[in-house]
């Protein structure tokens, strides 16, 4: 580390002392030296997340002199549920530190790593320390983990809770730091019997709460009124406003800015949102002009920004739901939980006595949940099985889990995995398992990826994958500009489907050299595209470990896009839709059938008889978006057995399916009987 310091090293380190987790900074490292496990909770903005990590890496390298394990530095590692958080948070601390960011201080997301040799202090998100922990299950290099937001009650962060059991048995040596905001602290303590705990008061000034009379038919607009209105009749502060998600925040903005000019200060925040942006949200605003975050959930917990006195809450927010019938999860806007709903208020009273403006009445909030369920018991399990198994957990039911899921919902995810083929009769994992789960991907994507060579197209299948796992590439902004951003769009629909239209814009990408002009000119967001180049070059180091041929189809050829269809539907075989007479679509999960929809983002021009589609969206209506069109005889032969007829509930599918069957058998039989009568 270097010797002398920058003066605005020193200008943070103090404003670093006043936060309240330095007046425990000697009892907390000499109840660590003394123990395995500390707990730790403290009021948001405390500076756990900052302050914390750094206490435990002074004291790491004061007792480690030399090297840690083959010659490398130990490290010290802290997770974040969010990436947003673990590269902001990072950055922060490097700064803090004095250092550059990737050398002493790094972090680690999924598709993005931003550390190296030189790193000591790591922040990465749960879900990628899982990932260090599948490779190795002893995390070797690890001297600390602190494992942060554990009231966030991620699905990834309790997995670490339950493997980090049993790994510090194994591991004397390694200790570890549960930090959690003051919500479910108890939960923690029941789970971690006999562990010392730390608490941080907070220095919350008193928040006076102010609820509707009657209930908001429009949240946005009644939070845009709030805000008009804070600004014309309320002394100085900064406001906080949560929305659910990208879109609506940014539309929120324009239309604040819009309406109070110059007079604010309007920043939007969210997960997608550059890291350049991200940290201008820290900087404070010149003296008149009022600062108005327009933020998702980020800032309940994860995030701090000084100088908020006002608060607005309309809520709600993005959760995870899961649906057991369809066996799908999907992003649902939802009322937030009582825990939540205070959290967001006391954000309002970390500098002075602040204001929380609630959008509904005194009675909405005493009918919310107390607490928001733990996301394992809101989620699809069939990655965390995946991920499981790998770690070598045998009996998935008696792994050690602070709130484990229902029987009904592992045994689901099991069969799942036996359909893709990553599990055998006897549920254990097959090479395809293994090669999947080396994929960051839910399963069905990382099947898909793996076959695509046996149609020949798994350079096209990569590009969708990439594509797919990045924020959406289509800009539609409001107002004047829409009918432009559609006929761009237009410009690259397949008729076929939306996964052939983002492989088209991912060609044009290229085709234009990666042009961000080009990008404006036709509405298609530079950024997601250049993270969809990234992630499909990681993808490829992933196939080239596993000698996955990377190849195409002819683009002359008519198969060409038929071999990519044929591959999607060889991963997603389990997401298919059949066009009923009714004129609805029905999708099939085991016995069960929903009556869903083409989300209106779809490129075709018709209705196809069978789709496959990427996810579902649960609004108003029940829609599935990202759909392809596919054929019902692929069915028959990439999936015979999950799509045996008589898995199928009534209905008109069933029957195509049936048809299927027959004609497929018929030909059988037919070229059994050429093949006898030739051999005679
Ligand atoms: O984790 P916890 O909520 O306890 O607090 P923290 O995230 O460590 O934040 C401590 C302080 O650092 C807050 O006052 C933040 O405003 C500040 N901070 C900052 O100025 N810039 C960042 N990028 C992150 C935190
Ligand atoms: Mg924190």
């Not at 903005?253 to 997960?271: A, E, W």
């Not at 489907?497 to 088209?504: P, Q, S, V, Y």
């Not at 991912?506 to 250049?530: G, S, T, V």
């Amino acid at each position: 580390m270097k010797k002398t310091y920058s003066g605005r090293y020193f200008e943070i380190l103090e404003k670093r002392k006043n936060l309240p987790v330095w007046v425990h900074k000697e009892e907390f490292l000499k109840t660590l030296k003394e123990n395995q496990i500390v707990l730790l909770v403290g009021e948001t903005g405390s500076g756990k997340t900052t302050q914390i990590p750094q206490f435990v890496l002074e004291a790491v390298l004061n007792e480690n002199p030399s090297s840690g394990p083959k010659g490398k530095k130990w490290l010290v590692g802290c997770t974040q549920p969010r990436r947003v958080a673990a590269m902001s948070v990072s950055r922060r601390v490097a700064e803090e530190m004095d250092v550059e960011i990737g050398d002493e201080v790094g972090y680690t997301v999924r598709f993005d790593d931003c550390s190296s040799s030189k790193t000591v202090l790591k922040y990465l998100t749960d879900g990628m320390l899982l990932r260090e922990a599948m490779a190795d299950p002893l995390l070797g290099r690890y001297k600390v983990i602190v494992l942060d937001e554990a009231h966030e009650r991620n699905l990834a962060t309790d997995l670490l809770f339950g493997l980090l059991k049993q790994t510090l048995v194994r591991r004397p040596d390694l200790k570890l730091v549960v930090m959690s905001a003051t919500l479910e602290a108890d939960k923690f303590l029941k789970y971690f019997i006999g562990v010392p705990l730390i608490k941080v008061p907070g220095r919350l000034y008193p928040v006076e709460i102010l609820y509707t009379r009657e209930p908001q038919r429009d949240y946005l607009e009644a939070a845009i009124n709030t805000i008009i209105q804070i600004h014309e009749f309320e002394p100085p502060g900064d406001v906080l406003v949560f929305l659910t998600g990208e879109e609506e925040i940014e539309d929120t903005c324009s239309r604040i800015t819009s309406k109070l000019g110059d007079q604010v200060n309007v920043m939007p925040l969210y997960s997608t949102l550059s890291p350049a942006m991200q940290q201008k949200i820290f900087d404070p605003t010149p003296d008149p002009v009022r600062k108005i975050v327009v933020s998702t959930n980020i800032a309940e917990t994860s995030l701090t920004i000084d100088g908020i006195v006002y608060v607005v809450d309309p809520g709600f927010s993005k959760q995870k739901l899961y649906h057991p019938n369809t066996r799908v999860e999907s992003l649902l806007v939802s009322p937030i939980s009582q825990a939540s709903a205070d959290q967001r208020a006391g954000r309002a009273g970390r500098t002075q006595p602040g204001k929380c403006f609630r959008l509904y009445t005194e009675k909405s909030f005493k009918e919310l949940e107390k607490q928001t369920y733990a996301e394992i018991l809101r989620s699809n399990l069939a990655n965390t099985v995946l991920t499981l198994k790998i770690l070598g957990v045998e009996n998935l039911l008696h792994f050690d889990l602070i709130d484990p899921p229902a029987p009904e919902t592992l045994s689901r995810a099991l069969d799942d995995l036996y359909h893709l083929g990553a599990l055998d009769d006897e549920c254990n994992l097959t090479k395809t398992g293994e090669m999947m789960s080396e994929f960051p991907l839910d399963p069905q994507m990382a099947k898909m990826i793996i076959v695509s060579p046996q149609f020949n197209c798994s350079n096209e299948i990569l590009s969708v994958s990439a594509m797919l796992s990045v924020p959406n590439c289509f800009i539609r902004p409001r107002g004047e500009a829409q009918k432009a951003a559609d006929k761009a769009k237009s410009m690259f629909s397949h008729i076929d489907g939306d996964h052939l239209t983002l492989l088209n814009v991912f060609h044009a990408f290229l085709q234009h050299n990666q042009k961000p002009d080009w990008c404006y000119e036709n509405f298609i967001n530079y950024r997601a595209m250049k993270s969809a180049v990234s992630v499909r070059e990681q993808l490829v180091r992933i196939m080239s470990r596993f000698q996955i041929k990377l190849c195409s189809p002819d683009f002359n050829s008519r198969d060409y896009y038929v071999n990519i269809r044929k591959a999607l539907l060889a991963g997603y075989f389990m997401q298919v839709a059949h066009l009923e007479r009714t004129g609805h679509y029905l999708t099939f999960r085991d016995k069960d059938d929903q009556v869903v929809n083409l989300h209106p983002s779809n490129c075709l021009d018709y209705k196809p008889e069978w789709v496959v589609y990427n996810e579902y969206v649960f609004t108003s209506r029940n829609f599935i978006r990202t759909v392809t069109y596919i054929q019902g005889e692929w069915l028959v032969d990439i999936a015979p057995d999950y799509y045996q007829p008589a898995n199928f509930p009534n209905s008109e599918a069933k029957r195509v399916l049936q048809r299927h069957y027959k004609k497929r058998r018929l030909s059988e039989e037919r070229s059994c009987k050429i093949f006898c009568a030739s051999n005679s």
